[in-house]
């Protein structure tokens, strides 16, 4: 069965760095997303992307945070300048529809980025 | 208001018995429903899923059923096995502003005792 890849599995950078974390999205989806979880905490969404444009984000993404898919087949997240309440599990995700938007279609999930701010 | 609750952190259960993991919402806008589970170290994978016009879909040993009225959902597990032993996390899909969101519980730590 086709899954959503991410690398690496564990990063650790100092606060101040610039990160980027990568995945590679389900080959015929369309709409992909980053969300995160803090140890201990909900699932928190940060963005959504669709046809090489933000289409959703939260509040959490700010302008540290900026997302591209630089070719076909991977999408990644750069955080400009690391801080220590950035670390957390990042989750990339992939959809065949728009997140919510159909019963049948729900998000795949790759296995994380545990990201460390030192 | 749109909350998601879990408001069972974990739950125990012995193997063979039946699991119930509730979740409780306040938006009666919000279109369908659905649970994953997640392992640790891996993402949360997609297990089941209920539309809002249905009261009840069953896939093998997971039954969600769903009470509008009562805004509450329920995810039965029978019967648990070792390998059930996860997070589950109960989300719900709504439109809100022109858009469709995911709103996601916090999540019950299911622990299937031998």
């Known amino acids: 069965e086709p899954e959503v890849t991410q690398t690496p599995s564990h990063q650790v950078t100092q606060m101040g760095q610039e990160v980027i974390l990568r995945c590679v999205p389900i080959s015929n989806h369309l709409y992909f997303y980053w969300y995160r979880q803090i140890l201990g905490q909900k699932v928190e969404f940060l963005v959504s992307?669709?046809?090489?444009?933000?289409?959703?984000k939260s509040e959490i993404f700010d302008d540290q945070f900026s997302v591209e898919r630089p070719d076909g087949s991977n999408f990644t997240l750069k955080i400009r300048s690391t801080k220590l309440e950035d670390s957390a599990m990042y989750f990339c995700a992939s959809s065949e529809d728009k997140e919510g938007s159909s019963y049948n279609s729900p998000l795949h999930f790759g296995n994380g980025t545990r990201l460390t701010v030192t | 208001d749109q909350q998601v609750k879990q408001n069972s952190p974990s739950l125990s259960v012995q193997e063979g018995r039946i699991s119930i993991l509730n979740c409780d919402y306040t938006n009666s806008m919000f279109d369908y429903f659905l649970w994953y589970k997640k392992y640790p170290a891996e993402g949360p994978t997609f297990l089941i899923s209920?539309?809002?016009i249905k009261d009840k879909n069953e896939d093998g040993r997971f039954t969600v059923f769903l009470n509008k009225s009562a805004k509450h959902l329920s995810l039965h597990i029978v019967p648990s096995q070792p390998g059930d032993s996860a997070v589950y996390f109960c989300?719900?899909?709504?439109?809100?502003?022109?858009?469709?969101?995911?709103?996601w519980g916090a999540g019950t730590k299911l622990i299937i005792k031998p």
């Open positions: 209920i539309s809002s």
């Open positions: 992307f669709y046809n090489n444009e933000i289409s959703e």
């Open positions: 989300a719900a899909s709504v439109k809100w502003i022109g858009n469709y969101q995911l709103i």
